[in-house]
């Protein structure tokens, strides 16, 4: 932008500067002439000697260029100078008769001249002859005359360049104001926002807007259908899984062969298994498609958390493991969607009852600034650092194929993400057990 | 106990019967849900154990219906629908409990016998306190300090007997026939297994459980 005004305003400047010699040039150039054409209306014949009266109003009109020295020279018909520099040379044919003033530039003592030769036509005894005007002016004037028109011109082509400059440096800016608001609007977005968009934009941007919304609604149309085939195919598989854990878990292990029971237990492992990784699969389905579409509102953590912890904790677990929860004394809000915290705290009661707890498991919620957490600690060998940035991903497995780790850390640290909080881990050392905890920010004041 | 069985899933509902069975309560299967209503709306049970996709009616109208119609009948769903908050629903609808398909058989039958044992109990509504353990028999909850600490069943029977009158001197023997009844067979050590869990869960309360070598257990609050 700024090369392509820097080029046009040097093309302005070459012809302004072009122009004002042009127009210089002229000026002096008629002064020069008129200046000629008087002196050589003073050149009479008087009883065939050819005589010259210098007129003083020839050099008023050139005394109008102040700052030039002037130089003439009268030059008879036979060739010789009858008054004036007689080694003024301007290199024309002196000999022959100038119908028309010769104006041109040359080189005198040193100094650039301009120049006129007017041609006199006198009437001798002998017929017609013809006498010549020379007259030279020095370039000063003219010179300080182009020098100031282009000047001015520049002037004028700089004051216009950085109007252009700035006017278009405002006309891009505003035109591309929509262009950015559409890319904050964008920016802003929740990931989980496929609504298309709506938004006012110029009618150049219509089209763009629109194939965003377009791709927008696709994308929307696909994660709905993937959605909808998670939820379904996972459906229909807990009844025929509940059919089978119902099953095996009729045969009496005591009439069977020791081979066959080991074989049995297996089959119930991998039975409860499959079972505990369809639930997750289901709801994790249900907390990123919740997102979506629940409003989130005021919850209160201590409820929540106690409803997960009884909901985590099986009827049937290990009698030998002291399983307690404690509440935060004060009542603690944060802004979520109950199922889905209650999921997320859920699985990683279930992550430490399943893989780590040996003897104890201790769930707590309490306040950290402004945050409040549910931190879920077990005396167990705990997850190490290393580890803690690939629990969070779906399906990881850290150990060999007998464990899966599936999708409950996954799930927690994708509630916790989209509720603004996170998941942290707390190293296990010789005084405190491992830990983990899901933090969110604690609705303003903290408290209810 | 009876118990009413409301499941369309052949091999579900014969494995819940059968193991209802095996523990020696009564069992009447219904396959469809409109049937199911109708007997319920003439017939007393113990509990009923609920699924909620049926032919005829679906589980949640039962429910419904059997609340309206003032039945305090403990209801347990059994539901496979995709979304959680059928949980929500269920409790909403006056459920007492839920479980969500595929579940361990062994959980179902822990809860059925929670139910039932409320059912039967008709359990005082009042708290136990000995030095920061506190005992709530209406909501069958233990409180050490300030955490809620989870019990069984036989270890919470336990701390009630030897919560209700602190300092005394229980002799293993009374434990045992008050723990166990005379029906079941039971060592000596089942005492001592449950004495020491019981131990382990009120480790950190300003209440301990004392040994009398030879003599048996009493519940002494610090500082008393």
């Not at chain 1, 008054?83 to 000999?95: A, R, S």
């Amino acid at each position: 932008m700024a090369l392509l005004l820097g080029l046009g305003a040097a093309a302005l400047i070459t012809a302004a500067w072009f122009y004002a010699r042009t127009a210089a040039d002229e000026a002096y150039d008629r002064l020069l002439l008129g200046a000629a054409f008087q002196m050589s209306e003073n050149l009479t014949v008087q009883d065939g000697v050819i005589k010259f009266d210098l007129p003083a109003s020839a050099f008023e009109l050139l005394g109008l260029a102040d700052s030039d020295r002037i130089f003439y020279r009268v030059v008879t018909p036979d060739g010789k100078t009858l008054t004036g520099y007689n080694d003024l040379d301007t290199g024309v044919d002196l000999t022959a008769h100038q119908s028309q003033p010769v104006i041109g530039n040359s080189t005198y003592r040193g100094v650039d001249l301009r120049h006129v030769t007017v041609s006199r036509v006198l009437t001798q005894k002998s017929g017609v002859v013809w006498a010549h005007v020379i007259v030279a002016q020095t370039l000063e004037s003219r010179r300080a005359l182009a020098a100031e028109l282009t000047t001015r011109a520049t002037i004028l082509v700089a004051i216009m360049c950085l109007l252009a400059l700035a006017g278009s440096a405002i006309a891009v800016r505003y035109s591309l104001h929509p262009v950015d608001r559409l890319g904050r609007v964008l920016a802003r977005r929740e990931p989980q926002d496929l609504t298309p968009l709506d938004l006012d934009v110029p009618r150049e941007l219509t089209p763009f807007v629109d194939s965003i919304n377009r791709f927008i609604t696709r994308l929307s149309e696909r994660m709905t259908l993937m959605q909808r085939y998670i939820a379904d195919s996972a459906h229909q598989i807990r009844t025929p899984l509940t059919a089978l854990n119902a099953q095996v878990s009729l045969i009496d292990d005591e009439k069977l062969a020791p081979a066959d029971r080991r074989h049995m237990e297996r089959v119930r492992r991998r039975a409860s298994e499959l079972s505990r990784f369809t639930n997750q699969l289901l709801n994790h389905a249900m907390v990123i498609h919740r997102f979506d579409s629940v409003q989130l509102a005021p919850v209160k953590l201590n409820d929540v958390a106690r409803k997960a912890f009884r909901a985590a904790v099986p009827m049937t677990v290990d009698p030998d493991l002291v399983v307690s929860f404690e509440a935060s004394p004060e009542e603690l809000m944060v802004t979520g969607d109950e199922l889905s915290l209650r999921e997320a705290i859920v699985n990683i009661i279930d992550n430490a009852l399943r893989h780590g707890a040996k003897g104890r498991l201790d769930v707590k919620v309490g306040r950290d600034g402004d945050n409040g957490f549910v931190e879920v600690s077990d005396d167990g060998p705990g997850i190490p650092p290393e580890e803690w940035g690939n629990v969070v991903k779906r399906f990881y497995s850290s150990r060999s194929e007998d464990q899966v780790s599936g999708l409950g850390f996954a799930i927690a640290a994708e509630v916790a993400l989209a509720l603004n909080g996170r998941i942290g881990f707390r190293e296990k050392t010789e005084e405190r057990p491992f830990a983990i905890h899901i933090a969110l920010p604690l609705i303003e004041g903290g408290q209810a | 106990m009876r118990i009413f069985l409301v499941e369309d899933t052949h091999d579900v509902g014969e494995a819940i019967c059968r193991r209802f069975q095996q523990a020696g309560h009564t069992v009447d299967w219904e396959t469809d849900g409109q049937a199911a209503s109708d007997i319920l709306s003439f017939t007393e049970y113990d509990l009923v154990v609920l699924d909620v996709m049926l032919p005829g009616r679906d589980g949640f109208s039962i429910l419904k219906k059997m609340r309206q119609s003032g039945s305090g009948v403990p209801v347990l769903i059994l539901t496979a629908r995709s979304e959680i908050d059928d949980r929500v629903g269920a409790l909403d609808l006056g459920a007492d409990d839920y479980l969500v398909k595929p579940f361990d058989f062994r959980e179902l039958e822990a809860r059925a016998r929670v139910l039932l044992r409320r059912r039967a109990g008709g359990e005082a509504t009042n708290l136990i306190t000995c030095g920061d353990v506190v005992l709530d028999l209406s909501n069958r909850s233990v409180t050490v300090g300030r955490r809620e600490v989870q019990l069984k069943r036989r270890e919470m029977a336990l701390l009630e007997i030897l919560a209700s009158r602190p300092g005394k001197v229980f002799s293993k023997e009374e434990l045992l026939d008050r723990l166990f009844g005379f029906d079941e067979e039971v060592g000596e050590n089942a005492v001592e297994l449950y004495v020491g869990r019981l131990r382990k869960k009120l480790e950190g309360a300003t209440a301990r459980i004392v040994t009398q070598r030879g003599i048996g257990y009493q519940l002494v609050a610090d500082g008393a």
